[in-house]
């Protein structure tokens, strides 16, 4: 093969809270990322309990694409994008979350969004759950610590691939599953769970309860999806950091093994249907008594995804320390910084050739069609006087991690479906509910403190990607 196939999916990746605003509109409900207020790299967001008077909530606004949803497919579009991704919003279908019926203008809107798409031949690529599941499942269930929310879950998979089953043919279950391995941070169990812990709660357990409720809802939307039509293509989503040894020492190089363990054997499951046995002994060791039924394994076994889909930003390192004889990886503690990498201005360490090694990594292990469903540079840009973003450094990022994507393709003979760039458009960080952490190849004008026209701009990257796409890749 001398490039990538036919059909080969370019385009951009998002997700409804970070960019849809209109966090009240057609009767929206609101979502973990609606009580989310603006932190900064080094400043973790406040999960507040509740929409409190007096805070910055960046994504209730966001980039208003609710309103603005035609004129940035239209840039898409003249981009060349071949699909998009972005999310449903659950808030927009079922408010709460635990109602038997759908919100029928939340569905309607995602009917005007796709048919704009399909306009002009553009793909959506859908992801169900990503960091917006409705708050009221977290203040009334406890989130995903409740097994309630496998039905609820259920049923809003049921009630949007019935309704877009032929609009939209490519979907993924639960953005970034794996997450939530980083459990001693607020985070991500909040945003992948909608989980709060008590004071001095032990967290671990928790986390591995959640994520198994998860997985089981996973399977059984797979399986709905399935028999509602064949011809969908239902994936995972995992946030994809390979780790690395700091050194060729032994400990060292079995501690990175384990650590690639502890984030990683949440596709195990997507894929496998069943748990790894070094789980399953770990959860021994440590004397987790899950709840995980034979009825849920069987689920498991029967929901089994037809391709990966993962983000890729950056890698890590890890080290083997006296203090840890079992070489346990704990995300909070156990990572170290690359010698040999660059690093972006939020401390995200920039390494294409771990994209190579991801795709080879994942392909050795699963022989499933992979998807990079997000990968980018967060930067600050600045606008000049005339307007323009003159953003290189973003061009260089993309073009250093294409062209191992590449190797990956036609040297090792991975099989890769499509690339969506993340942020295709500028909108709100996850980490940070910042805007200035931008990733865009459309620049919008709105601040950190929410100032700003919300007027959209080309950049330098723009044409650049437009002529990666027209070239297939070619032209980088
Ligand atoms: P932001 C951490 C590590 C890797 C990916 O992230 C991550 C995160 C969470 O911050 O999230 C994904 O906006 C996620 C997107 C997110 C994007 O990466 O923090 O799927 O929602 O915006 C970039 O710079």
Redesign the pocket.
């Known amino acids: 093969m001398s490039g990538f196939k036919e059909g080969f999916l370019w385009g951009g990746?998002v997700?409804a809270h970070?960019l849809e605003g209109g966090w009240k509109e057609g009767g929206k409900g609101v979502s973990v990322a609606d009580v989310m207020t603006a932190g900064a790299h080094g400043v973790p967001r406040e999960i507040t309990n509740g929409v409190l008077q007096g805070k910055n909530y960046p994504n209730h606004e966001a980039i208003d694409f609710y309103h603005r949803y035609k004129e940035d497919i239209r840039l898409f579009a003249e981009m060349g994008f071949k699909c998009f991704r972005t999310s449903i919003a659950w808030t927009r279908i079922f408010p709460k979350g635990d109602e038997l019926e759908p919100n029928e203008a939340g569905l309607k809107f995602y009917d005007d969004l796709f048919d704009e798409c399909l306009k002009y031949g553009i793909e959506p690529v859908i992801t169900l759950s990503?960091?917006e599941m409705p708050f009221h499942l977290v203040t009334e269930y406890g989130g995903w610590r409740n097994r309630k929310l496998i039905d609820f879950f259920v049923r809003f998979s049921k009630v949007v691939f019935q309704r877009y089953q032929h609009k939209v043919k490519y979907w993924m279950t639960f953005?970034?599953i794996n997450?939530q391995a980083n459990f001693h941070e607020d985070?991500?169990p909040f945003?992948n769970s909608g989980l709060k812990y008590e004071p001095g709660e032990d967290r671990e357990p928790v986390m591995f309860q959640a994520a198994h409720y998860e997985l089981v809802a996973s399977a059984l939307a797979v399986k709905a999806g399935r028999e509602i039509n064949p011809s969908l293509h239902i994936g995972c989503?995992i946030?994809m950091?390979p780790i690395y040894p700091l050194t060729c020492a032994p400990d060292d190089m079995m501690m990175a093994m384990n650590a690639m363990h502890r984030r990683y054997w949440f596709t195990d499951v997507h894929v496998r249907g069943k748990y790894p046995q070094h789980l399953l002994n770990y959860f021994e060791r440590r004397g987790f008594a899950l709840d995980i039924t034979e009825e849920d394994k069987a689920a498991l076994a029967q929901g089994c995804v037809d391709y990966i889909g993962f983000?890729y930003?950056?890698s890590f390192v890890t080290k083997a320390t006296p203090d840890n004889p079992q070489l346990d990886y704990d995300e909070s503690k156990s990572l170290v910084s690359n010698p040999y990498v660059q690093k972006s201005d939020?401390g995200?360490q920039i390494d294409p050739v771990g994209l190579r090694y991801s795709l080879n990594w994942f392909w050795d292990h699963y022989q499933l069609p992979l998807f990079i469903v997000?990968n980018?540079f967060?930067a600050i840009d600045v606008q000049e006087s005339d307007g323009t973003v003159n953003d290189q450094y973003r061009i260089d990022y993309l073009a250093a991690h294409i062209s191992e994507m590449k190797k990956a393709v036609v040297e090792d003979g991975v099989d890769l479906m499509g690339y969506t760039p993340?942020?295709c458009i500028d909108?709100?960080?996850?980490?940070?509910g910042e805007m200035k952490?931008r990733?865009g190849f459309i620049f919008v004008d709105k601040d950190n403190e929410g100032n700003g026209t919300l007027n959209r701009s080309k950049k330098k990257s723009f044409e650049w990607y437009q002529q990666v796409i027209a070239s297939n890749g070619e032209q980088l």
């Open positions: 990746a997700a970070q990503h960091f953005n970034e997450n985070f991500a945003t989503m946030a950091c983000s930003y950056m939020w995200w997000e980018g967060g993340w942020g909108l709100v960080s996850a980490g940070t952490k990733y």
